[in-house]
């Protein structure tokens, strides 16, 4: 079921995870060096584990959604 406060929370870290992901993912291309890789590598994974979860609580918003569409 959709929280707003749960939402507020993984949109947030969604934000900041997308930043901590994209930055190291240039600082391996062009720096290079273990910490950016075990940074960006383990943002990588956290990034998608807050996208699954932005997605489970807004299910009842997109089936509802997948309902109208059906029926428009
Ligand atoms: C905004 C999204 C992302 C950007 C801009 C990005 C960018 C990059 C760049 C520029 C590299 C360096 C490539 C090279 O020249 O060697 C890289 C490497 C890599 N990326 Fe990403 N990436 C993103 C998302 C992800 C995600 C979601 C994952 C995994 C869940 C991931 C996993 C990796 C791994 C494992 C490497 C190799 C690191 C190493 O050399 O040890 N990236 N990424």
């Known amino acids: 079921m959709f929280n707003r406060k749960k939402a ?3 949109d947030s870290l969604l ?6 992901m ?4 240039f600082a391996v291309h062009f720096a ?3 910490a950016f ?7 990588g994974v ?4 807050l996208v699954i ?3 489970v609580n807004h ?3 997109m089936k509802q959604m997948m309902k109208s569409a059906k029926n428009s």
Do not use: C, D, E, N
């Open 8 to 10: 507020l929370l993984i």
């Open 15 to 20: 934000i900041v995870v997308f930043v901590v």
């Open 22 to 25: 994209a930055a190291s993912g």
């Open 32 to 34: 290079g060096g273990k």
């Open 37 to 43: 890789a075990i940074t960006h590598s383990a943002s």
């Open 46 to 49: 956290l990034f998608i584990v």
């Open 53 to 55: 979860l932005h997605i």
């Open 59 to 61: 299910a009842k918003m």
